[in-house]
């Protein structure tokens, strides 16, 4: 069946540093990879996605590649913001699939001042 | 623009009671979605329905029913609790079935079961 893993966490990192969560997946096929977000309290939010292989999925300073050869979907943003604390969840989906998005378990993410 | 909105935010329950967890969208979408939230596991989904009058099993719907409403009602319904079930519950809608559709969630029911 379809899985994504991704870096347990929590990862703490202070205000301007570069940050990296690792997201890899197991599919029969191409899906398309997704990233959300869930800020304390609230539901989750999409924050980027790429639907085949090369695609850059970019947004609010974050950035992903969809690299095939490696099965990977890894997050990146430059200079994290203490506002950036949130879990982080990659995801995959098919297009047509009738069981929709397959979520890893989520990384904890503070950033502290 | 209230998008998904679930009620209710939270809900204590003794083991065998019953409850039904409401949840409605406003964005004329056609598929909706229910979801649980454990620790270190991710989102799992329970049921889902495709369009308006289908529903269907997910990865974990025992214990669980659903009633897709109309277009912008799905409702999830724990018949007989248990703690087992203590969770947060997210519903999401989106568009179509599709690979490239984003899902748009609410912000949860955090349900404790005793």
């Known amino acids: 069946g379809n899985s994504v893993t991704q870096m347990e966490g929590p990862v703490t990192l202070s205000e301007e540093a570069f940050l990296t969560i690792n997201c890899t997946y197991t599919?029969?096929?191409?899906?398309?990879l997704f990233w959300y977000v869930q800020y304390p309290g609230e539901g989750l939010q999409l924050l980027l996605k790429?639907?085949?292989?090369?695609d850059k999925g970019s947004n609010k300073g974050f950035e992903a590649t969809y690299r095939k050869e490696t099965t990977s979907f890894h997050l990146e943003k430059g200079s994290v913001q203490v506002s950036d604390s949130a879990v982080y969840f990659c995801?995959?989906?098919?297009?047509?699939?009738?069981?929709?998005?397959?979520f890893g378990s989520g990384t904890q993410l503070t950033v502290l001042p | 623009n209230a998008g998904v909105t679930q009620t209710p935010k939270f809900q204590v329950l003794k083991t065998g009671q019953s409850m039904t967890l409401q949840c409605a969208q406003d964005?004329?979408?056609?598929?909706m979605y229910w979801y649980r939230q454990d620790p270190g596991m991710g989102l799992r989904l329970i049921y889902y329905?495709?369009?308006?009058?289908?529903?269907d099993k997910g990865e974990v719907p025992n214990g669980y029913n659903v009633s897709r409403l109309n277009k912008r009602e799905f409702s999830l319904r724990l018949e007989s609790a248990a703690p087992s079930q203590t969770s947060v519950y997210f519903c999401?809608?989106?568009?179509?079935?599709?690979?490239?559709?984003?899902?748009?969630f609410g912000d949860g029911t955090r349900l404790s079961i005793l």
């Open positions: 999401a809608s989106s568009v179509g079935q599709g690979g490239n559709q984003p899902q748009h």
């Open positions: 599919a029969t096929g191409y899906p398309s």
């Open positions: 790429a639907t085949k292989a090369d």
């Open positions: 995801a995959l989906s098919f297009a047509g699939s009738a069981r929709q998005l397959t």
């Open positions: 964005m004329n979408h056609n598929s």
């Open positions: 329905s495709a369009s308006e009058g289908t529903t």
